[in-house]
């Protein structure tokens, strides 16, 4: 892919204006030379209107000359800074193997059964998968329910213990802040209970140290 801007454009004023070949302009330009050969026969690019590279900024005039100078030479183009900033700085998508993407709908099952506070976004971006095939395993709907069964995407080789261990513990902190939100994780007041009495046992009439006949047979009256 070229760094430059306006590919196309660009190999139409390099055609019309200078006598680089057409393996040159396409390598400049990043097009094939069967397409720099359309541009010169006017099957390719007809109504597109030539740009200047020099005066873009994106070629200097010494290294346009030593080009024509030598067909072998093959031009080095300015960084642009423009064409930096569109570049896009979304990553790739993640990419699974035909042969573990049989294993996805059990990694699925996994994080339905063991963490559901992993949103369904996070899962499908885990596991390169799409929210549709998450909710039809949560439902029962897949295609293959009767065989998937719940297996650690780890096991699976999908993902990575680190990684997992990071969106597990993202979600579950999200889940914690969000039902403090709604009070649900808040402690509830304890009901004061009335104390009971103190138990003090009964005291016990000390006997004499010496019984009487009186204290044992009682009086004759």
């Not at 930096?84 to 573990?100: D, G, H, I, N």
């Amino acid at each position: 892919m070229s760094d430059i801007l306006m590919p196309k454009a660009t190999a139409v004023w390099l055609v019309d204006n200078t006598s680089l070949s057409f393996e040159q302009i396409a390598d400049f330009c990043g097009l094939h030379p069967l397409e720099v050969r359309g541009i010169a026969d006017g099957d390719v690019a007809r109504d597109i209107r030539g740009v200047d590279p020099v005066t873009g900024g994106q070629l200097t005039r010494e290294e346009l000359d030593k080009a024509q100078a030598d067909e072998t030479y093959r031009l080095k183009a300015i960084v642009s800074r423009h064409a930096e900033l569109m570049k896009s700085a979304k990553p790739a998508p993640k990419y699974t193997p035909v042969s573990r993407r049989q294993d996805r709908p059990d990694a699925i099952a996994w994080f339905v059964r063991n963490h559901p506070e992993v949103t369904d976004a996070q899962i499908a971006k885990m596991l390169g998968t799409t929210k549709s095939t998450i909710e039809s395993v949560r439902n029962r709907t897949h295609w293959n329910s009767a065989n998937i069964k719940p297996v650690d995407p780890v096991t699976l080789g999908l993902v990575g213990q680190l990684a997992l261990d990071e969106i597990v513990k993202k979600a579950a902190d999200k889940k914690t802040k969000d039902d403090l939100k709604k009070g649900g994780g808040t402690l509830q007041p304890v009901e004061e209970v009335e104390a009971e009495p103190e138990f003090v046992p009964e005291a016990r009439q000390r006997p004499g140290a010496e019984p009487t006949a009186e204290s044992v047979f009682g009086t004759k009256d």
